[in-house]
């Protein structure tokens, strides 16, 4: 028991250092151009894998197809909540390679929290954005450097930014369809 808690500890320091270090450390060391680096990639595949193991509140493995190759493709990514619904929002915008994946598969992904679940992303229109946006960035530190609000913002800042961040509604599936968002089965993503 003891051994495991040490390694739960481990990975969960690795996790948040990793988190941080996205915003305390200069922004190009991990993302340039609204690409990875290879230190970011790096970064993002540990990451990765630790978001898909531990049971970090709304800290998730994203894995979608490659729309030209077919692999699968991980990433670490943020839920965001708000108003019942939860959400993932590119931080990078529309150069994030989930993102065109994502819409080519037509919403259809895995999340893996302690476990894989499939999911269909239905996207956000651009008007319906700004409040998603905004929870998004209050949750997650490592999305604040790529997104031109803070916070503390209006609304209205959001809202003028809107259109740069594609934002998808999560919807589990259940035997493979999807289930309505205000179903149980969704609070089974937290």
Same mark, same amino acid.
């Given at each position: 028991?003891?051994?495991?808690?040490? %390694? !739960?500890?481990?990975?969960?320091? %690795?996790? +948040?250092?990793?988190?941080?270090?996205?915003?305390?450390?200069?922004? #190009?060391?991990?993302?340039? @151009?609204?690409?990875?680096?290879?230190?970011?990639?790096?970064?993002?595949?540990?990451? !990765?894998?630790? =978001?898909?193991?531990? *049971?970090?509140?709304?800290?998730?493995?994203?894995?979608?197809?490659?729309?030209?190759? #077919?692999?699968?493709?991980?990433? *670490?990514?943020?839920?965001?909540?708000?108003?019942?619904?939860?959400? +993932?929002?590119?931080?990078?915008?529309?150069?994030?390679?989930?993102?065109?994946?994502?819409?080519? %598969? @037509? #919403?259809? $992904?895995? /999340?893996?929290?302690? #476990?894989?679940?499939?999911?269909?992303?239905?996207?956000? &229109?651009?008007?319906?954005?700004? *409040?998603? /946006?905004?929870? =998004?960035?209050?949750?997650?530190?490592?999305?604040?450097?790529? /997104?031109? $609000?803070? &916070? @503390?913002?209006? /609304?209205?800042?959001?809202?003028?930014?809107?259109?740069?961040?594609?934002?998808?509604?999560?919807?589990?599936?259940?035997?493979?369809?999807?289930? &309505?968002?205000? $179903?149980? $089965?969704? %609070?089974?993503?937290?």
């Amino acid at each position: 028991m003891r051994r495991w808690l040490l %390694a !739960a500890a481990v990975a969960l320091g %690795a996790c +948040l250092a990793l988190t941080w270090g996205g915003v305390l450390l200069p922004r #190009g060391w991990f993302y340039k @151009d609204r690409r990875p680096t290879t230190l970011g990639r790096m970064v993002n595949d540990v990451t !990765a894998w630790l =978001y898909g193991m531990l *049971p970090l509140p709304g800290m998730v493995t994203l894995e979608t197809r490659g729309r030209r190759s #077919g692999r699968a493709y991980t990433i *670490p990514v943020v839920i965001a909540d708000y108003n019942g619904g939860r959400y +993932l929002v590119s931080m990078l915008g529309e150069r994030s390679g989930w993102v065109p994946n994502v819409r080519a %598969a @037509d #919403g259809r $992904a895995v /999340i893996k929290h302690g #476990g894989r679940r499939e999911v269909r992303l239905v996207e956000v &229109p651009v008007n319906e954005r700004a *409040p998603i /946006i905004k929870a =998004y960035v209050k949750r997650a530190p490592g999305g604040r450097p790529h /997104i031109k $609000a803070s &916070p @503390d913002d209006s /609304i209205e800042e959001f809202e003028r930014i809107a259109d740069e961040h594609p934002v998808f509604r999560i919807t589990p599936f259940v035997g493979g369809v999807a289930v &309505p968002p205000a $179903a149980p $089965a969704e %609070a089974s993503l937290h």
